[in-house]
Nanobody, 123 residues
């Protein structure tokens, strides 16, 4: 069983940066691919990025490439999402999730979810 807790959200001006953190627990954390998703009000949950269990591979949604960077530290059981050049349309609740299938980027592919952290980007 893996438990996940996100932190690092907040209010930021357009053009600014934030680094989200996801703290994991459980002996099997390092065996999971870890993904970041976001959900804006009235919209479906959206895939952002995934990192493989070892951290050796990453994949991003096309619209997120170049601004967002995912990373992990298995020794600390942490996953990060560095977000740069933020835009008002990036406003959403951001969640990390643990899954077994790196190549499946759908919500249903992920078994464990954090509670989410709010990111608000002002114009």
């Amino acid at each position: 069983q893996v438990q996940l807790v996100e932190s690092g959200g907040g209010l930021v001006q357009a053009g600014g940066s934030l680094r989200l953190s996801c703290a994991g627990s459980g002996r099997t954390f390092s065996s999971y691919a870890m993904g970041w998703f976001r959900q804006a009000p009235g919209k479906e949950r959206e895939f952002i990025a995934v990192i493989s269990s070892t951290g050796g591979n990453t994949y991003y949604a096309e619209s997120m490439k170049g601004r967002f960077t995912i990373s992990r530290d298995n020794a600390k059981k942490m996953v990060y999402l560095q977000m740069n050049m933020l835009r008002p349309e990036d406003t959403a609740v951001y969640s990390c999730a643990a899954g077994r299938r790196y190549y499946d980027h759908t919500v249903t592919a992920y078994d464990h979810w954090g509670q989410g952290t709010q990111v608000t980007v002002s114009s």
